[in-house]
């Protein structure tokens, strides 16, 4: 998974033609570490897509600016837009993650 480390970094990936991954996440953040011991299991499945990661507290205004309020949370970008959004309360297993990305991407 490629960090993103700046805004302009960031509005280019997710200009791309074809579907992104993009996790928000923050260093003290509790779910997020119960979801990075799980997520390297989920995108092997889905390793046809690039992932990126996005620190919501190093990167400001980005997660605001998508409406992600809770973290981590997993978005779907294609072509400049938002298609999907998983919100932190449904990123507790890989079941969930991957049952998301399934119904998004199919």
């Not at 928000?24 to 570490?33: L, N």
């Not at 011991?37 to 605001?64: C, Q, T």
């Not at 997993?74 to 991957?98: C, D, M, R, W």
Request: hydrophobic share 40%; net charge negative.
């Amino acid at each position: 998974m490629e960090a993103i480390q700046t805004v302009e970094q960031f509005n280019e990936i997710i200009q791309s033609e074809e579907p992104v991954i993009v996790k928000f996440y923050a260093d003290w953040c509790r779910d997020c570490k119960v979801l990075d011991m799980f997520i390297g299991d989920v995108i092997k499945d889905f390793n046809n897509y690039k992932w990126y990661e996005v620190n919501s507290d190093e990167v400001a205004g980005v997660a605001e600016n998508h409406q992600v309020m809770g973290i981590p949370s997993i978005l779907i970008f294609q072509n400049g837009e938002k298609l999907a959004h998983q919100h932190s309360a449904y990123t507790k297993s890989p079941e969930s993650v991957s049952e998301f990305l399934q119904q998004q991407l199919g």
